[in-house]
């Protein structure tokens, strides 16, 4: 168990709705990281969040938007679903805005399926 | 091209096999290497990590980074049927935000 956890497990949802993941990173760690995997991509990096401010960003599309909120849990909102937005859905943490070797615990996912 | 190359496999092994796991890239500024297991239905996990080029090794697990070949290996020797996860590789530059860039990840099963 890495500490992290994210909620809910599974999603099925239809086309054009909005959805959100929730996040709660390991006690004590400020930096939150999504990451979507899907099997064609693999591991994508979405965006992280640091102590409640936007960090940095990768491959997010403007239907989806993050935020991470004073207690340190963070959201992952999508909208406008399309099919290719199935995939599962990680959630990152560490303890430091940029370590050198940047260990970060990953959460057991959510799955989102889009029908 | 990706920036980061990884066979999907699956790889199937006998237990007790030697197992050789590869990845290559091709930016020339990646200087931390990782690898990541993940067991299905789990996230990853970090197994290992080197710095630049050189070799590391942790019980049955070894990593190697060549960096004039861009080219990163990990060995797993005496494998077992526990090993059985998909592997995957990931690389980040010094200085910025560190955040890696992964490889697709291989399948490895290994058969009692």
């Known amino acids: 168990d890495s500490g992290v956890t994210q909620t809910p497990k599974h999603l099925i949802t239809a086309t054009g709705q909005r959805v959100t993941l929730r996040c709660s990173p390991r006690s004590g760690d400020l930096s939150v990281y999504w990451y979507q995997q899907s099997l064609d991509q693999g591991l994508q990096f979405l965006i992280q969040?640091?102590?409640?401010?936007?960090?940095a960003k990768g491959n997010i599309l403007e239907r989806f938007s993050a935020q991470q909120f004073p207690d340190l849990h963070s959201e992952l909102n999508l909208s406008s679903l399309e099919l290719g937005d199935s995939a599962l859905y990680f959630c990152?943490?560490?303890?430091?805005?940029?370590?050198?070797?940047?260990?970060?615990?990953f959460g057991p996912g959510t799955r989102l399926t889009v029908l | 091209q990706k920036e980061v190359e990884q066979d999907p496999g699956p790889l199937s092994v006998p237990e007790g096999a030697i197992v050789s796991l590869n990845c290559t890239y091709s930016?020339?500024?990646?200087?931390?290497f990782m690898w990541y297991r993940q067991y299905s239905r789990k996230g990853p996990e970090l197994l290992m990590y080197t710095y630049s080029s050189g070799n590391k090794e942790d019980g049955r697990f070894t990593a190697q980074v060549d960096k004039s070949s861009k080219y990163i290996s990990l060995f797993i020797r005496d494998s077992q049927p526990s090993d059985s996860a998909t592997y995957l590789c990931?690389?980040?530059?010094?200085?910025?935000?560190?955040?890696?860039?992964f490889g697709r990840g291989t399948s490895l099963i290994v058969h009692p």
């Open positions: 990152a943490s560490s303890s430091r805005l940029a370590a050198s070797h940047n260990e970060q615990f």
């Open positions: 990931a690389m980040s530059e010094a200085g910025g935000s560190y955040i890696p860039t």
């Open positions: 930016n020339s500024a990646f200087q931390y």
């Open positions: 969040y640091y102590n409640g401010e936007e960090r």
